[in-house]
């Protein structure tokens, strides 16, 4: 549900599971083929998760971060893994690129780059969730815009302050 005034997007955990799919329907209906999806992580690993198993694709993760002060609010510079973890071989073929959003587009044009120099990738397409007005980049694939680029409260930042002793106390008989 997006605020009244448009700076804040509360997203529930049925919203967010929708929005995968209807990526993966958006995705599907291009008629595009790919051999491998590649997730960012964290944001996009439950989408590439999702994406993974519905179009049995073999599934790659890359470690990339940006939010750094103000409790991740604050964007500050990009670091972005070396390497890729895979289940076996090397990223190659067609790759579809899969994370949840693109904010300011700093994080996915700076990976598209990076790929799009392994001479193994044949053909390179980027999926999101959602894009926000503000972004530098758009994705080949994405479900919503939001040209008010609000904050995006998905459903499983509940985890970024809890703490194991706070699910003892949750679970406590």
Known sequence: ??????????????????LIERLALKVHNSGWQFDQILCLARGGMRPGDVLSRVFDKPLAIMSTSSYRAEAGTIQGRLDMAKYITMPKGELAGRVLLVDDLADSGVTLKAVVERLRGMPAIADLRSAVIWVKGVSSYVPDYHVEMLPTSPWIHQPFEEYDNLRPEGLAKKYAV
């Not at 997006?2 to 967010?16: C, P």
């Open 1 to 18: 549900m997006l605020t009244d005034d448009g700076k804040h997007l509360y997203v529930s955990w049925d919203e967010y599971h929708m």
